[in-house]
Nanobody, 125 residues
Framework: QVQLVESGGGLVQAGGSLRLSCAASGRTFYNSDMGWFRQAPGKEREFVARTTWSGHNSYIVDYSDSVKGRFTSYRDNAKNTLYLEMNSLKSEDTAVYYC???????????????WGQGTQVTVSS
C-alpha cells in the first residue's frame, strides 16, 4: 500500500522559514513525478512545485510563479523522501500543503495518483 506522509508544517511569522518533508512508502518514486500542491480556505487546490526525473539520478524542478525564488524542492532517494524548503514566507502562503506523486507530469491535481494527508502551514503577518 502506497503512503505519502507529510510533516513539518506549523505556525511561522511572515519572513520566516519552514521545511516540509514527505516520506513515501509502499513503492519508490525515483523515476516518477513527485511534488507539492496547496489549498487555502475557500480556494481550489493549486500547484506549488514538482520534481521530474531527467535521468542520471538528476531531476528538473518546476515552481509556480508565486513561490519561485522563495521555495526549493528536492529529493533524497535513499530515504524515499521529498522536501520543500520555504523561505521568505508570506501570509498568502497560508494553506494546507499536500505531497503528491504520479506517473504523469504533476501539472494539475487531476494528474496526481497518490496524495498525502496534508500539513497545515500558517503564516502570521
Amino acid at each position: 500500500q502506497v503512503q505519502l506522509v507529510e510533516s513539518g508544517g506549523g505556525l511561522v511569522q511572515a519572513g520566516g522559514s519552514l521545511r516540509l518533508s514527505c516520506a513515501a512508502s509502499g513503492r519508490t518514486f525515483y523515476n516518477s513525478d513527485m511534488g507539492w500542491f496547496r489549498q487555502a480556505p475557500g480556494k481550489e487546490r493549486e500547484f506549488v512545485a514538482r520534481t521530474t526525473w531527467s535521468g542520471h539520478n538528476s531531476y528538473i524542478v518546476d515552481y509556480s510563479d508565486s513561490v519561485k525564488g522563495r521555495f526549493t524542492s528536492y529529493r533524497d532517494n535513499a530515504k524515499n523522501t521529498l522536501y520543500l524548503e520555504m523561505n521568505s514566507l508570506k501570509s498568502e502562503d497560508t494553506a494546507v500543503y499536500y505531497c503528491a506523486a504520479g506517473v504523469r507530469p504533476l501539472t494539475s491535481p487531476t494528474a496526481v495518483d497518490y496524495w498525502g494527508q496534508g500539513t497545515q502551514v500558517t503564516v502570521s503577518s
